[in-house]
Nanobody, 125 residues
Framework: QVQLVQSGGGLVRAGGSLSLSCTAS????????MGWFRQAPGKDRVVVAS????????RYHDSVKGRATIFRDNAANTVHLRLNTVEPGDTGVYYC??????????????????WGQGTQVTVSS
């Protein structure tokens, strides 16, 4: 079993930056791809960014490319997302996610095995 505990988020002014962190514990965390998903009001949950188990490969949603950085610290079992120049479209509930053991970096809803508790991010214009 894997537990994911999130921190960060909240209210951010458009043009500013936000940082989200996730601390993982449990079985073979270092061998799982991890990522961040966003669910906007009335919309499906979508992957914003994901990172491979070793942290060497990253993937980003088109809407955040050039503005987002995902990275992980396997020594501390943490994964972080930094999003710059935030826009109102970045508003939503953000979820930390972990794939299965030796999962591919390109996380999808169906490949996520564990979810964090969710954190509200609201971008004010």
């Amino acid at each position: 079993q894997v537990q994911l505990v999130q921190s960060g988020g909240g209210l951010v002014r458009a043009g500013g930056s936000l940082s989200l962190s996730c601390t993982a514990s449990g079985r073979e965390v270092e061998n799982r791809a991890m990522g961040w998903f966003r669910q906007a009001p009335g919309k499906d949950r979508v992957v914003v960014a994901s990172v491979s188990a070793r942290g060497t490969i990253t993937r980003y949603h088109d809407s955040v490319k050039g503005r987002a950085t995902i990275f992980r610290d396997n020594a501390a079992n943490t994964v972080h997302l930094r999003l710059n120049t935030v826009e109102p479209g970045d508003t939503g509930v953000y979820y930390c996610a972990a794939g299965g053991v030796f999962s591919a970096v390109a996380l999808e809803i169906k490949t996520v095995e564990h979810w964090g508790q969710g954190t509200q991010v609201t971008v004010s214009s």
